[in-house]
């Protein structure tokens, strides 16, 4: 069974502090990770990693994959309030064969910024 | 772009009772996934279909749940007879392309509280 494990589960930090979020998996035939970010309500989509090693960044946030680790972190600089918000970490398998592939999310990290 | 419409936002319902959940996807994409959110298991993929078929159901957790996509621009997913373990936020999402390969939008949610 695939498992996509993160930690920690929750976190709070004080505005202007930088964080780190972990996310580590077991899947079978791994394609993909993607991060998304949810609020009060939808989650919405950060990043999608898919070779080792590469950094993406989107302002203060960026990830890294580590396919040898089977792992990936995602780094928020400089936080504010508006980071409050549950981070979900997914990881997609497959082989190329359509209707193979799934997207398996894992609990999440409940992140807090205290002004 | 309206994004993913889903209705209703909230509904309370007694054990026992059928619950039809309603989704539109953003026009033009051709996949649409459903997803229940549990505190305890988090997000879970109940079903999805690709050009208005179903392609993994495995995710459905028993028989009184049931899925349909009439058109690429609708669908519904019903449980009958609903039970208090089902009590969850129902995520509605969709996609551009074949299966889950790319990134995902989800819906608002709706949220079912079953007494």
């Known amino acids: 069974e695939d498992k996509v494990v993160q930690s920690p589960l929750s976190l709070v930090v004080h505005e202007g502090d930088t964080v780190t979020l972990n996310c580590s998996y077991e899947?079978?035939?791994?394609?993909?990770l993607l991060w998304y970010k949810q609020e009060k309500k939808a989650p919405t989509f950060l990043f999608m990693l898919t070779s080792s090693g590469i950094e993406k960044k989107s302002g203060r946030l960026s990830s890294i994959l580590d396919k040898k680790e089977l792992s990936s972190i995602l780094n928020i600089t400089a936080t504010q309030t508006g980071d409050s918000a549950i981070y979900l970490c997914?990881?997609?398998?497959?082989?190329?064969?359509?209707?193979?592939?799934?997207?398996?999310f894992g609990t999440g990290t409940r992140l807090t910024i205290i002004p | 772009d309206a994004g993913v419409i889903q209705s209703p936002r909230h509904e309370v319902t007694e054990m026992g009772q059928e619950v039809t959940l309603r989704c539109k996807p953003i026009s033009g994409h051709n996949s649409l996934f459903w997803y229940r959110q549990t505190m305890m298991r988090g997000l879970e993929l109940l079903i999805y279909?690709?050009?208005?078929?179903?392609?993994?159901d495995s995710g459905m957790p028993e028989d009184r749940f049931s899925a349909k996509m009439p058109n690429a621009s609708f669908s519904t997913l019903k449980i009958q007879p609903s039970e208090p373990r089902d009590s969850a936020v129902y995520f509605c999402a969709s996609s551009f392309g074949r299966g889950t390969a790319g990134e995902l939008f989800f819906g608002e949610g709706s949220r079912l509280t079953v007494l």
């Open positions: 997914a990881v997609l398998r497959g082989t190329t064969n359509f209707g193979n592939e799934k997207l398996t």
């Open positions: 279909f690709n050009n208005n078929v179903p392609i993994d």
């Open positions: 899947v079978t035939n791994f394609r993909s």
